[in-house]
């Protein structure tokens, strides 16, 4: 396939339109010092009429993440980078109209996110109490990329719906916040090489169908290939594929990620990495079906910020899946460890 510097007319009349609507975005919003990089706002999190309980699903994770981090006084609450949330012409840098407006049927939305109830409700409905939240989240991935680039680091506490592509939402995924993030960077931070590592139990064919053979972005991804999404066209487009099988532990994990960020650290040498830091690899996740203790998470994410960090590179790191009531407090646990090793500054650095 060609590639998104191919010189056809259509090809670069697309490519400066994108360009254009990046540049327009109000989403690159400055982020004063006292505040930190990490990127929440409580438009995040969903609540909907008590349907979200119907889904097996925290749907306020997002904002217990940050309550752990601020209770464990490892972050001021005013030091929250707040985002804005993704508008129609940033959306568009990615989505065809035809998609956007697919979201207008209840009963799509429905599929996408896996929640049949929410068919039955009036569109506007599902716009303001889910959609508009993931297009928060969405916002939220997008300064993530800036501001890590500015700080060195950041992290977006929600984010990471990477089974979403431009062309197609699923797997309780409806906007394609990674492709949108790496197209930003690429414009805005003025960069041309990103690696994502995906870590998420899923593969991340959403990113991976973006990015089809773009050889700007390389793609590491470790998931289970036993479970959804089953896409095999995308796993073409993975640079580094691990895959870790049902009932894997945690050691027989950590000594796979070594290796495999060996590799990719031979393979490329990225400007930013997007981190995809799925928890539902945890032991017990029935979506996920691997063993990973809560101290394996937490090791896990220590050997991705230590490959950046170590490097000088940026990260941009996404919570992504893993919605079982546990895994708000693991996250902050594994976020305090971070900070505790010295990797990320919440400003609170007694801590
Ligand atoms: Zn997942």
């Not at 990490?38 to 909907?48: E, Q, R």
């Not at 290796?259 to 539902?280: I, Q």
């Amino acid at each position: 396939m060609t590639s998104s510097s191919s010189s056809s007319p259509s090809t670069s009349d697309a490519e400066t339109l994108r360009r254009s609507r990046i540049l327009k975005s109000k989403l690159y919003l400055d982020v004063p010092l006292p505040k930190v990089p990490i990127v929440y706002s409580a438009s995040y999190d969903i609540a909907f009429l008590g349907i979200e309980k119907l889904h097996p699903f925290d749907s306020s994770k997002w904002g217990r993440i940050c309550q752990f981090l601020i209770s464990d006084g490892a972050l001021d609450k005013k030091c929250i980078a707040e985002p804005l949330e993704a508008s129609q012409d940033d959306l568009l840098v990615v989505h065809p109209e035809s998609y956007l407006n697919s979201l207008k049927s209840s009963a799509n939305v429905a599929r996408i996110i896996e929640v049949p109830p929410v068919a039955l409700f009036p569109n506007c409905l599902v716009q303001q109490k889910v959609l508009s939240p993931f297009r928060n989240q969405v916002g939220g991935t997008i300064l993530a990329a800036k501001l890590a680039k500015e700080r060195g680091w950041a992290i977006n506490v929600g984010g990471g719906f990477h089974h979403c592509s431009g062309e197609k939402g699923g797997g309780f995924c409806a906007y394609a916040d990674i492709s949108l993030c790496v197209h930003y960077a690429f414009v805005r931070l003025n960069i041309s090489r990103v690696m994502i590592i995906d870590l998420d139990a899923h593969q991340g064919n959403g990113h991976e169908l973006d990015f089809a053979g773009d050889r700007r972005v390389y793609i590491l991804d470790m998931y289970n290939p036993g479970i959804y999404p089953f896409d095999y066209e995308a796993k073409r487009y993975i640079d580094q594929k691990v895959e870790v099988m049902s009932g894997t532990t945690t050691n027989e994990y950590l000594k796979k990620l070594d290796e495999a960020l060996e590799v990719a650290a031979r393979m490329f040498d990225p400007e930013l990495v997007v981190y995809n830091a799925g928890t539902d690899i945890l032991d017990g996740d029935p979506l996920g079906r691997l063993k990973i203790s809560p101290d394996g998470i937490a090791n896990r994410d220590e050997k991705v910020f230590r490959f950046a960090r170590e490097r000088n590179i940026p990260i941009a790191m996404l919570t992504s899946g893993g919605y079982m009531k546990s895994n708000a407090r693991i996250i902050a646990d594994s976020v305090i460890n971070l900070s505790q090793k010295h990797l990320i500054d919440m400003g609170k650095n007694g801590a």
